[in-house]
Nanobody
Framework: QVQLVESGGGLVQAGGSLRLSCAVS????????MGWYRQAPGKERELVAT???????NYADSVKGRFTISRDNAENTVYLQMNSLKPEDTAVYYC??????????????WGKGTLVTVSS
């Protein structure tokens, strides 16, 4: 059983910072990648940042230079450091985990989301 629990969301003034955390529980699985997605009001869910097992990162163009994704040494927690926040960053942020279950099959897990609201 795998569970993801996000935390760190809240209300912040434009230009401020927040750090989101995603704690992963469970064992006996192989992680391919972890990441953060977000869904703004009236918009589709979009990729924010991902990090692979080998440490390769990928960011949406809109957050490059402002957001940083990282994992702890035990690789049981993923973080998203968000700096220079803008009102357009307002969204529900979802933690994502991709687990390799077999040679051909992977499983996607999602957290319940944490709300980030940036005021102007």
């Amino acid at each position: 059983q795998v569970q993801l629990v996000e935390s760190g969301g809240g209300l912040v003034q434009a230009g401020g910072s927040l750090r989101l955390s995603c704690a992963v529980s469970g064992s006996g699985f192989s992680i391919n990648a972890m990441g953060w997605y977000r869904q703004a009001p009236g918009k589709e869910r979009e990729l924010v940042a991902t990090i692979t097992t080998t440490g390769v990162t990928n960011y949406a163009d809109s957050v490059k230079g402002r957001f940083t994704i990282s994992r702890d040494n035990a690789e049981n927690t993923v973080y998203l450091q968000m700096n220079s926040l803008k009102p357009e960053d307002t969204a529900v942020y979802y933690c994502h985990l991709e687990v390799q279950r077999s040679m051909l099959f992977s499983i996607d897990y999602w957290g319940k989301g944490t709300l980030v609201t940036v005021s102007s």
